[in-house]
């Protein structure tokens, strides 16, 4: 079984498109986030989200709406997509709790690409 | 906010040789550190981690140092194989686990 499974894994669409990207973990885990890859291998958090709750947001444009029906499901919600928003996107999840290892677990990806 | 910073960027050794990737922190209330190895097309995978209480890990051909007073923190690879040939993306995090600041990663290429 696929510990955290993203979809798409591919997804080419018109710039002004919406479109989203859905993440689901089975490990039980409490936090979730998503990361945006983009050519240069630069790998920057986006959204945490941590038993519904939002917790980070790291200056990405009010474009980008992640949406939590539950702890197990994070997707990722774009509005009016544009040229930069080329990228791969990864869904992590990892426990949250001090006393553990707080290790994350990435999904496959998704690679969209904006024309 | 933290900023993490990794040298070099990219990285060939012979294969058999040691490989040596450093990354800097600014957080002084970072306390976690794990490396991430990605292969070319494939997820990011944690290889090895480390606590701020520790000062030197090892897994097999891996180890990661740290250091806490300077503020930075080391993955060594030694006996290098062509298939440590990936990119290699190091990381910190504060008090709270739910912020982890990754550094602009390390392309390695193992030549056999």
């Known amino acids: 079984d696929t510990a955290v499974s993203q979809t798409p894994k591919y997804l080419v669409t018109q710039m002004g498109n919406d479109k989203s990207i859905k993440c689901e973990q089975n490990?039980?885990?409490?936090?979730m986030y998503w990361y945006k890859q983009d050519s240069k291998k630069f790998l920057k958090i986006m959204f945490s989200?941590?038993?519904?709750?939002?917790?980070i947001n790291e200056t990405v444009p009010n474009r980008f709406s992640p949406k939590s029906p539950d702890k197990a499901h994070l997707n990722l919600h774009i509005n009016s997509l544009e040229l930069g928003d080329s990228a791969v996107y990864f869904c992590?999840?990892?426990?949250?709790?001090?006393?553990?290892?707080?290790?994350?677990?990435f999904g496959a990806g998704t690679r969209l690409s904006v024309l | 906010g933290e900023n993490v910073e990794q040298h070099p960027s990219t990285l060939s050794v012979q294969e058999g040789d040691s490989a040596v990737i450093k990354c800097t922190y600014s957080?002084?209330?970072?306390?976690?550190f794990p490396w991430y190895k990605q292969e070319l097309g494939k997820r990011p995978q944690l290889i090895i981690d480390?606590?701020?209480?520790?000062g030197e890990k090892k897994d097999q051909r891996i180890a990661v140092t740290l250091n806490k007073t300077a503020k930075h923190f080391s993955l060594h690879i030694t006996e290098t194989q062509p298939e440590d040939s990936a990119v290699y993306f190091c990381?910190?995090?504060?008090?709270?686990?739910?912020?982890?600041?990754f550094g602009s990663g390390t392309k390695l290429n193992v030549k056999p």
């Open positions: 990381a910190a995090s504060p008090n709270n686990f739910n912020k982890f600041y």
């Open positions: 480390i606590r701020s209480n520790v």
């Open positions: 992590a999840s990892s426990p949250r709790t001090s006393l553990a290892k707080n290790i994350q677990y």
């Open positions: 989200y941590n038993n519904k709750e939002l917790i």
């Open positions: 957080d002084s209330a970072s306390n976690y």
């Open positions: 490990l039980g885990h409490d936090t």
